[in-house]
Protein backbone atom coordinates (compact mmCIF):
# COMPACT_ATOMS: atom_id res chain seq x y z
CA UNK A 1 0.00 0.00 0.00
CA UNK A 2 1.27 3.21 -1.10
CA UNK A 3 1.72 6.02 1.69
CA UNK A 4 1.54 9.14 1.45
CA UNK A 5 3.10 11.61 4.41
CA UNK A 6 2.12 15.15 5.72
CA UNK A 7 2.99 17.15 8.87
CA UNK A 8 -0.73 17.84 10.17
CA UNK A 9 -0.15 21.13 11.64
CA UNK A 10 -1.56 23.58 12.50
CA UNK A 11 0.37 25.14 10.10
CA UNK A 12 -0.19 29.03 11.31
CA UNK A 13 0.78 31.97 8.76
CA UNK A 14 0.66 35.38 9.02
CA UNK A 15 -1.74 36.77 6.32
CA UNK A 16 0.28 38.28 3.10
CA UNK A 17 3.11 35.79 3.87
CA UNK A 18 3.68 32.64 1.82
CA UNK A 19 2.29 29.35 3.27
CA UNK A 20 4.20 25.83 2.40
CA UNK A 21 2.76 22.62 2.55
CA UNK A 22 4.86 19.42 1.95
CA UNK A 23 4.52 15.91 1.59
CA UNK A 24 6.47 12.80 1.13
CA UNK A 25 5.39 9.41 -0.95
CA UNK A 26 6.90 6.17 -0.58
CA UNK A 27 6.08 4.49 -4.30
CA UNK A 28 9.59 6.15 -7.01
CA UNK A 29 6.86 4.95 -9.29
CA UNK A 30 4.30 7.45 -9.03
CA UNK A 31 3.04 9.73 -11.60
CA UNK A 32 0.84 11.90 -10.89
CA UNK A 33 0.33 14.40 -7.92
CA UNK A 34 -2.46 16.14 -6.79
CA UNK A 35 -3.33 18.28 -4.30
CA UNK A 36 -6.97 19.44 -2.71
CA UNK A 37 -7.82 21.79 -0.28
CA UNK A 38 -10.62 20.86 2.49
CA UNK A 39 -13.08 23.19 4.34
CA UNK A 40 -14.46 22.34 7.65
CA UNK A 41 -17.58 20.31 7.14
CA UNK A 42 -16.91 20.66 3.44
CA UNK A 43 -15.84 18.10 0.81
CA UNK A 44 -12.45 18.10 -1.03
CA UNK A 45 -11.86 20.41 -3.91
CA UNK A 46 -9.04 19.58 -6.20
CA UNK A 47 -6.45 22.68 -6.48
CA UNK A 48 -3.71 21.93 -8.51
CA UNK A 49 -2.04 18.67 -10.39
CA UNK A 50 1.49 17.94 -11.31
CA UNK A 51 3.08 15.37 -13.29
CA UNK A 52 6.44 16.39 -13.77
CA UNK A 53 9.48 17.62 -11.90
CA UNK A 54 9.94 20.88 -11.26
CA UNK A 55 7.21 23.60 -10.48
CA UNK A 56 3.75 24.50 -11.70
CA UNK A 57 2.34 27.82 -10.92
CA UNK A 58 -1.96 28.33 -11.35
CA UNK A 59 -2.78 32.06 -9.74
CA UNK A 60 -0.93 32.18 -6.24
CA UNK A 61 -0.77 28.56 -5.78
CA UNK A 62 2.47 26.71 -7.34
CA UNK A 63 3.49 23.16 -6.83
CA UNK A 64 6.76 21.35 -6.78
CA UNK A 65 7.69 17.75 -7.71
CA UNK A 66 10.98 16.61 -6.62
CA UNK A 67 10.66 12.57 -7.84
CA UNK A 68 14.50 12.15 -7.21
CA UNK A 69 13.44 12.84 -3.32
CA UNK A 70 10.12 11.95 -3.74
CA UNK A 71 8.55 15.04 -2.24
CA UNK A 72 6.06 16.97 -3.46
CA UNK A 73 4.79 20.90 -2.06
CA UNK A 74 2.43 23.62 -2.22
CA UNK A 75 3.40 27.29 -1.80
CA UNK A 76 0.54 29.30 -1.56
CA UNK A 77 1.57 32.94 -1.91
CA UNK A 78 0.04 36.26 -0.48
CA UNK A 79 -1.64 34.53 2.53
CA UNK A 80 -5.60 35.15 2.93
CA UNK A 81 -7.55 34.05 5.63
CA UNK A 82 -9.88 32.26 3.39
CA UNK A 83 -6.72 29.92 2.28
CA UNK A 84 -7.20 28.69 5.90
CA UNK A 85 -8.51 24.78 5.48
CA UNK A 86 -6.82 21.90 5.53
CA UNK A 87 -4.92 20.57 2.49
CA UNK A 88 -4.57 17.00 1.17
CA UNK A 89 -1.83 15.30 -0.79
CA UNK A 90 -2.75 12.59 -3.51
CA UNK A 91 -1.28 10.14 -5.66
CA UNK A 92 -2.79 7.13 -7.34
CA UNK A 93 -3.07 3.68 -5.73
CA UNK A 94 -1.60 2.23 -8.08
CA UNK A 95 -1.22 4.53 -11.64
CA UNK A 96 -0.57 3.12 -14.85
CA UNK A 97 -3.64 5.00 -16.43
CA UNK A 98 -6.30 3.12 -14.92
CA UNK A 99 -7.90 5.32 -13.02
CA UNK A 100 -8.22 3.03 -9.90
CA UNK A 101 -8.59 6.13 -7.23
CA UNK A 102 -6.02 7.84 -5.16
CA UNK A 103 -4.23 7.57 -1.74
CA UNK A 104 -4.46 10.47 0.21
CA UNK A 105 -2.22 12.00 2.90
CA UNK A 106 -4.03 12.79 6.34
CA UNK A 107 -3.80 16.83 5.43
CA UNK A 108 -2.38 19.64 7.20
CA UNK A 109 -3.97 22.26 8.70
CA UNK A 110 -3.24 25.72 7.70
CA UNK A 111 -4.19 28.64 9.98
CA UNK A 112 -3.70 32.28 8.06
CA UNK A 113 -3.45 34.70 10.75
CA UNK A 114 -5.11 38.00 9.99
CA UNK B 1 -18.76 20.94 -8.61
CA UNK B 2 -18.84 18.80 -11.69
CA UNK B 3 -22.39 17.60 -11.09
CA UNK B 4 -22.09 15.15 -8.41
CA UNK B 5 -24.72 14.84 -5.86
CA UNK B 6 -25.13 12.28 -2.93
CA UNK B 7 -28.12 11.25 -1.08
CA UNK B 8 -29.10 11.17 1.97
CA UNK B 9 -26.70 14.09 3.28
CA UNK B 10 -26.57 12.22 6.81
CA UNK B 11 -28.40 9.48 8.29
CA UNK B 12 -28.61 7.44 11.87
CA UNK B 13 -28.84 4.18 11.87
CA UNK B 14 -28.98 1.28 14.29
CA UNK B 15 -26.42 -1.65 14.39
CA UNK B 16 -27.31 -4.42 11.85
CA UNK B 17 -29.46 -2.87 9.85
CA UNK B 18 -28.85 -2.19 5.54
CA UNK B 19 -27.81 1.08 4.29
CA UNK B 20 -27.32 2.16 1.05
CA UNK B 21 -25.98 5.70 0.01
CA UNK B 22 -26.73 6.99 -3.58
CA UNK B 23 -24.26 9.02 -5.91
CA UNK B 24 -25.18 10.65 -8.81
CA UNK B 25 -23.77 12.56 -11.42
CA UNK B 26 -24.98 14.15 -14.47
CA UNK B 27 -22.19 14.84 -16.58
CA UNK B 28 -21.09 11.00 -17.77
CA UNK B 29 -18.00 10.66 -15.83
CA UNK B 30 -16.62 7.21 -16.69
CA UNK B 31 -14.92 6.22 -13.32
CA UNK B 32 -16.60 6.88 -9.99
CA UNK B 33 -15.63 6.61 -6.24
CA UNK B 34 -16.43 5.35 -3.08
CA UNK B 35 -14.48 6.91 -0.03
CA UNK B 36 -14.54 7.60 3.86
CA UNK B 37 -12.99 9.95 5.94
CA UNK B 38 -12.18 9.16 9.56
CA UNK B 39 -10.43 11.42 12.24
CA UNK B 40 -6.46 9.92 12.42
CA UNK B 41 -7.30 7.82 9.10
CA UNK B 42 -8.07 10.65 6.58
CA UNK B 43 -9.56 10.00 3.08
CA UNK B 44 -9.51 6.17 2.42
CA UNK B 45 -10.85 4.14 -0.73
CA UNK B 46 -14.02 1.50 -0.45
CA UNK B 47 -14.72 0.71 -3.75
CA UNK B 48 -14.72 2.27 -7.43
CA UNK B 49 -16.41 2.05 -10.61
CA UNK B 50 -14.59 2.15 -14.49
CA UNK B 51 -18.11 1.55 -16.41
CA UNK B 52 -21.49 0.11 -16.13
CA UNK B 53 -21.38 -3.17 -14.05
CA UNK B 54 -17.36 -2.51 -13.70
CA UNK B 55 -16.35 -2.32 -9.88
CA UNK B 56 -13.27 -3.27 -8.42
CA UNK B 57 -12.27 -3.39 -4.64
CA UNK B 58 -9.96 -0.72 -2.57
CA UNK B 59 -8.03 0.02 0.41
CA UNK B 60 -10.84 -0.58 3.23
CA UNK B 61 -14.22 -2.38 1.22
CA UNK B 62 -14.67 -5.09 3.79
CA UNK B 63 -18.36 -4.72 4.78
CA UNK B 64 -19.26 -2.50 1.86
CA UNK B 65 -20.37 -3.58 -1.43
CA UNK B 66 -21.16 -1.45 -4.99
CA UNK B 67 -23.41 -1.05 -7.97
CA UNK B 68 -23.06 0.57 -10.68
CA UNK B 69 -26.31 0.13 -13.14
CA UNK B 70 -25.93 2.65 -15.47
CA UNK B 71 -23.61 5.68 -15.86
CA UNK B 72 -25.03 7.88 -13.29
CA UNK B 73 -25.50 6.48 -10.29
CA UNK B 74 -23.23 4.58 -8.42
CA UNK B 75 -24.86 2.99 -5.03
CA UNK B 76 -22.43 1.92 -1.93
CA UNK B 77 -24.68 -0.78 0.39
CA UNK B 78 -23.65 -1.49 3.76
CA UNK B 79 -25.37 -5.10 4.45
CA UNK B 80 -25.33 -4.94 8.37
CA UNK B 81 -23.82 -1.35 9.32
CA UNK B 82 -21.84 -1.51 12.65
CA UNK B 83 -20.14 1.12 14.84
CA UNK B 84 -17.21 1.46 12.66
CA UNK B 85 -18.98 2.49 9.81
CA UNK B 86 -19.76 5.60 11.46
CA UNK B 87 -17.80 8.11 9.17
CA UNK B 88 -18.16 10.68 6.47
CA UNK B 89 -18.91 8.96 2.94
CA UNK B 90 -17.59 10.87 -0.14
CA UNK B 91 -18.16 9.79 -3.81
CA UNK B 92 -15.98 11.19 -6.26
CA UNK B 93 -15.61 10.79 -10.19
CA UNK B 94 -13.34 11.63 -13.06
CA UNK B 95 -14.19 11.73 -16.63
CA UNK B 96 -10.70 10.09 -17.57
CA UNK B 97 -7.27 8.62 -16.80
CA UNK B 98 -6.14 12.05 -15.50
CA UNK B 99 -7.02 11.25 -11.78
CA UNK B 100 -8.11 14.22 -11.43
CA UNK B 101 -10.93 13.47 -9.05
CA UNK B 102 -13.95 15.75 -8.11
CA UNK B 103 -15.85 15.26 -5.19
CA UNK B 104 -19.72 15.24 -3.97
CA UNK B 105 -20.98 17.34 -1.29
CA UNK B 106 -20.79 13.50 1.07
CA UNK B 107 -22.58 12.03 3.23
CA UNK B 108 -22.30 11.93 7.29
CA UNK B 109 -23.72 8.43 8.45
CA UNK B 110 -23.75 7.79 12.22
CA UNK B 111 -24.60 4.14 13.12
CA UNK B 112 -26.18 3.92 16.74
Given at each position: QKEVEQNSGPLSVPEGAIASLNCTY?????QSFFWYRQYSGKSPELIMSIYSNGDKEDGRFTAQLNKASQYVSLLIR??????SATYLCAVPV???????GLTFGKGTHLIIQP | DAGITQSPRHKVTETGTPVTLRCHQ?????YMYWYRQDPGHGLRLIHYSYGVKDTDKG????GYSVSRSKTEDFLLTLESATSSQTSVYFCAATR?????QYFGPGTRLTVT
Open positions: SDRGSDSQPSDRGGGGAD | TENHREVSDDHSYE
